[in-house]
């Protein structure tokens, strides 16, 4: 009986070790900018902000940047588009944890500016 007993309660610890982590929720933005501008121009805001950029993909349209200082924040950048439009995306997490979307808008915004410098 306490073997059973221990099984079951093994089973329950182990259990609870398998639920999925919640999703990032993505800030996204349209752009007038063809996406390999948007996409530079969000590696260098990311860079101004003190974040260091992992890996980038011009062809996917991709970024990841880790700030450089604790706690470890992480911002995923995903660039979309044809010919002049595009749109931007990002997430974040911290710790490995979401982050809320609102967090993202001062990037959002800096991006705008810095799109709107490069005309």
Known sequence: ???L?????????LAGCATPSPREMPRELEVPFAPDA???ASAQVLMANG????HADA????LEAVFSRWPGYRV????SGEGEQS????????GGRPMPPRTLDRLLMELQEQLGRGR
């Open 1 to 3: 009986m306490s073997r």
């Open 5 to 13: 007993l221990l099984a079951l309660l093994f089973a329950a610890l």
């Open 38 to 40: 948007t996409l530079r």
């Open 51 to 54: 974040y260091v950029v992992r």
């Open 59 to 62: 062809e996917l349209g991709r």
């Open 76 to 79: 995923r950048v995903a660039v």
């Open 87 to 94: 749109r931007v995306s990002l997430a974040a997490t911290r």
